[in-house]
């Protein structure tokens, strides 16, 4: 039986290796095109009878994507302590809560007293840049909730270590006081707590990506 060596193996032609970048640049443009191209900037119509506000507090029954942009925790631990060993910062991960119910996870941020998350990721393996089509759940990393009034969120925060996680804190947020766009929830450092702010971005879901990239500035 005979094999075929790696430098027997067929090569892509030298044009191929030109085209790639061409292609990722090709890609990226058209993204920010899609991102940026001027589609009612004010209101969406999801139907013929129903508007959703890019503003203002949440309407009832309106279905919403949820996020936290950034968490900022104390220096110290619930036991008043180094988070880590050493001068290592905590790795913060954190959940939203609905209805009992986890509804998102963000990834975890290493080292970090104040985490950030963008919201908006998109990932794109190059053979796929050409007719690659873009939708808002491609691209947006958030919870899906709906209003109702008196309805509440949790957001539990986590230390991830390699032996098990430790919690930083939660809080339980009246869906009431929130609104469209950017909320800072600010809490004080207790035994049970050691979250010092907050920052949610609240979404209507049905807008278009440059809507939402203008809402999670």
């Given amino acids: 039986m005979t094999s075929i060596s790696d430098f027997d193996a067929p090569k892509p032609p030298p044009w191929m290796g030109a085209l790639v970048p061409f292609l990722i640049v090709l890609a990226a443009a058209g993204f920010y ?16 009878d129903q508007e959703v506000k890019l503003s203002g507090k949440l309407s009832n029954g309106q279905t919403y994507y949820i996020f936290a942009s950034e968490i900022e925790v104390y220096p110290t631990n619930l036991e008043n302590e180094a988070w880590d060993r050493g001068e290592k910062g905590p790795d913060i991960r954190y959940r939203i809560l609905w209805k009992g119910n986890a509804v998102f996870e963000s990834v975890t941020k290493g080292d970090s007293l104040i985490a950030d998350w963008s919201g908006l990721s998109i990932e794109l393996n190059w053979k796929d840049l050409l007719g690659k089509s873009v939708s808002p759940d491609d691209v947006i990393k958030a919870g899906r909730i709906r209003f109702d009034e008196n309805a509440t969120i949790e957001i539990v925060v986590q ?15 009246l869906l009431n006081g929130l609104s469209i766009g950017k909320n800072v ?4 450092k207790s035994p049970a707590n050691a979250i010092r702010r907050i920052t949610l971005r609240i979404l209507p879901i049905g807008s ?5 990239a203008n809402i999670m500035k």
């Avoid at 899609?34 to 969406?44: A, G, N, P, Q, V």
């Avoid at 929830?185 to 004080?188: E, V």
């Fill in 208 to 212: 278009n990506l440059q809507d939402l």
């Fill in 185 to 188: 929830i600010r809490l004080k």
């Fill in 159 to 173: 230390d991830v270590d390699i032996a098990s996680d430790d919690d930083v804190g939660r809080k339980e947020i």
């Fill in 33 to 48: 095109w899609f991102l940026t191209s001027d589609k009612e900037k004010s209101r969406i119509n999801l139907d013929s």
